[in-house]
């Protein structure tokens, strides 16, 4: 004699559907308290922009010969950390000095650690070493010279982590863009403060 099979039950479904409901509030539940912790982190923390101007600017050792410039470039760059509890690590900071599309000298600046509220100075030499100049800028340069100085455009590429308290981000790239720095080829008392663009 023949039996019917007995049919599988669904009581293993709704359980499923359960456990899957479960992690998914907990996972929203996680979303919203990190995301709630972001927030008061900012609101307490309400970070500024890093202010930067370059305070002084001069041009030593100028040689313009059959197109290949040397020159020593030589920057007072002032960094103000305008924030009450954020501080900075640069970890690395790349220096260049470009005229309109070219870029005449380049170094490094050493690291260093800028507390909350601190302005801090930084002296950049860059050295440009027969540098070959393209199209019209030996001519553009020369008859910039004659007038006392030549605009150039300082560009500082930074490496940094920001600190609060005992806690570290990740570190992150900071462009600081220095444009229409005007640079005499002897220091002047009457240097004009150029201020600069930040860009995270």
């Known amino acids: 004699m023949a039996y019917p099979e007995p049919q599988p039950t669904n009581a293993a479904r709704p359980r499923h559907s359960k456990l899957l409901r479960c992690i998914a509030i ?4 996680l979303i919203v308290l990190v995301g709630l912790a ?3 982190t900012w609101l307490v923390v309400r970070p ?8 002084d600017a001069s041009i030593h050792n100028f040689n313009l010969t059959d ?3 040397n020159a020593t470039f030589n920057f007072a760059i002032r960094s103000y950390n305008p924030n009450s509890r954020v501080s900075i690590y640069y970890d690395s900071i790349d220096a260049s000095v470009q005229y309109k599309d070219q870029t005449l000298a380049f170094n490094v600046v050493d690291p260093f650690f800028q507390p909350h ?6 002296d950049v030499k860059l050295t ?3 540098v070959p100049l393209s199209g019209s800028k030996p001519k553009d340069i020369s008859h910039e010279r004659s007038s006392g100085g030549i605009e150039i455009i300082v560009l500082l590429k930074a490496r ?3 600190r609060v308290g005992a806690w570290k981000s990740k570190d992150r790239t900071l ?3 220095c444009p229409h720095v005007l640079v005499r080829y002897s220091r002047s008392n009457n240097f004009p403060r150029t201020y600069c663009d930040t860009e995270l």
């Open 26 to 29: 907990i996972l929203l539940a």
């Open 38 to 40: 972001v927030l008061i």
């Open 48 to 55: 500024k922009r890093i202010e930067y101007t370059v305070e």
């Open 67 to 69: 197109n290949h410039l």
């Open 117 to 122: 509220g601190n302005v801090t100075r930084l």
């Open 128 to 130: 440009a070493q027969y």
């Open 160 to 162: 940094i982590r920001f």
């Open 175 to 177: 462009i600081i863009w």
